[in-house]
């Protein structure tokens, strides 16, 4: 079955310490990952995608996340964290058998805390 | 800043009731997808429109929710007869139709039902 797997429910950092959010994935063919940041009382925001190409992927507000197809993960970083970072992350691929659309298999999430 | 709109923001109604959540998508977008989150189940895709045309509403009940596109700029997702278990956070979200784009959310629709 295709799936993400966020491992951590909660990842606590201090400000201006470097940041990793972790995300495995298991599914069929090349994957399609994505990782979105949920702020309180608000909708999903896009943070950045990995489709083809450089391993390493920039995205908003200064994350990056590197692909790595032998571990299989998809990991979010920031080298240094702000307290405005603290949210919900995402991690999510694209179901390879959705018959052609952006059909997305979400993780369950991780909350970042980042401490003054 | 082309945002996608949803409304209303929050509804408490009463089991049974019907409830009628909107949204806007982004112009010129031709993708809509509705989601429920859950603390229990997490994010889950309830249906997706291609072009105003439902084509994946696999993960709707179909006995009490409907999903609808009268137009491009406006799609509804109905609850009828509502139920406490419907006590979500529904979000709609659009795109450009493509094997990899990116889905923008709208701020999303808080339902209890009593």
């Given amino acids: 079955a295709q799936s993400v797997a966020q491992p951590e429910d909660q990842v606590n950092v201090a400000e201006g310490n470097p940041l990793t959010v972790k995300c495995t994935y298991s599914v069929s063919g090349n994957p399609y990952l994505f990782w979105y940041v949920q702020y309180p009382n608000r909708g999903l925001q896009f943070l950045l995608k990995y489709i083809t190409g450089d391993n390493l992927v920039k995205g908003s507000y200064g994350f990056e996340a590197e692909f790595n197809k032998s571990q299989t993960s998809f990991h979010l970083k920031k080298p240094s964290a702000l307290v405005s970072d603290s949210a919900l992350y995402f991690c999510a691929v694209r179901d390879p058998f959705s018959g052609g659309y952006n059909k997305l298999i979400f993780g369950a999430g991780t909350r970042l805390a980042v401490h003054p | ?114």
């Fill in chain 2, 1 to 114: 800043d082309a945002r996608v709109t949803q409304t209303p923001r929050h509804k408490v109604t009463e089991m049974g009731q019907e409830v009628t959540m909107r949204c806007q998508p982004i112009l010129g977008h031709n993708t809509v997808f509705w989601y429920r989150q859950t603390m229990m189940q997490g994010l889950e895709l309830l249906a997706y429109f291609r072009n105003r045309a439902p084509l994946d509403d696999s993960g709707m009940p179909k006995d009490r929710f409907s999903a609808e596109m009268p137009d491009a700029t406006l799609a509804t997702l109905k609850i009828q007869p509502s139920e406490p278990r419907d006590s979500a956070v529904y979000f709609c979200a659009s795109g450009i139709d493509s094997s990899t784009d990116t889905q923008y959310f709208g701020p999303g629709t808080r339902l209890t039902v009593l």
